[in-house]
């Protein structure tokens, strides 16, 4: 889906937009009501994600424009830290499609942009539709689910850890390409100050775990100063 972001903390803005462009989303990012609605007269989006308070207006003036401006309608999902009952009415009341409390949840967050791409109406999306069946990954032995955030290995549950399965994502979503170490400090574990060997320690839980074998289809490769490359192999050259 193209998605529009309207969010005005750009901490707020960066986690949003790092679990959707991971599900294989794309997403632009507007730090003002005003921003978005001028985008908005030359740009289409599929669904709106929009923040309740914003700096020069409301969430609920900005639903407003869009319903009355816009000639087809657009989904919109209300993102907000007021959890009250009341609050949650009034959005949805007001036009929205869905309400999600902050900070939102990685898996319920996709899980709802999923329901609400649902009601598209054919051929109105603007992602191809290869980018819509990214929440599951499977290659070979291997299934990833980014929603349930579930592995299997040859029809078997693997157990991971959070960081450990965001690793594993990064790893089948990029075979065959180099994925920096950089890359996968920045993404999985963002601010936080962390160690080269928290990351070896993490990626050796996942190499053992998920038995990243030939005779399983699959060689992790390290590459020197650089980072991993997980490479599709046949198993029958490992005989």
């Known amino acids: ?37 001028d985008a908005l007269h030359h740009e289409s989006f ?52 869905d ?7 990685r898996a319920e967050l996709l899980a709802r942009v999923h329901a609400l791409s649902r009601r598209l109406q054919p051929g109105t999306e603007k992602t191809p539709a290869s980018a819509l069946v990214r929440d599951i990954i499977e290659t070979g032995f291997y299934r990833l689910h980014r929603v349930l955030r579930t592995v299997q290995v040859r029809g078997k549950p693997v157990d991971l850890k959070p960081k450990e399965f965001e690793i594993a994502c990064h790893l089948f979503g990029n075979l065959g390409g180099i994925v920096s170490r950089d890359t996968l400090v920045e993404q999985i574990w963002g601010r936080d100050l962390v160690t080269s060997r928290t990351l070896d320690t993490h990626m050796s839980q996942v190499r053992s775990k998920l ?13 020197y100063t650089l980072g991993y490359r997980l490479d599709v192999v046949d198993p029958e050259d490992d005989i």
């Not at 193209?2 to 991971?22: F, G, M, N, S, Y």
């Open 46 to 97: 599929d669904l709106l994600i929009l923040d309740w308070m914003l700096p020069d207006m409301t969430g609920h003036e900005v639903l407003d424009w869009v319903r009355g401006h816009l000639s087809r309608h657009v989904l919109v999902l209300l993102l907000s830290n007021r959890s009250l009952e009341e609050h949650v009415v009034l959005g949805l009341m007001a036009g929205g499609d």
């Open 211 to 223: 038995a990243l074998r030939p005779e399983n289809g699959v060689k992790l490769n390290t590459i």
């Open 99 to 105: 309400y999600m409390i902050k900070p939102p949840r």
């Open 1 to 37: 889906m193209h998605i529009a972001l309207l969010e005005d903390d750009p901490d707020e803005a960066q986690l949003v937009r790092h679990i959707l462009t991971q599900a294989g989303h794309t997403c632009r990012h507007f730090p003002t009501g005003g921003s978005l609605i």
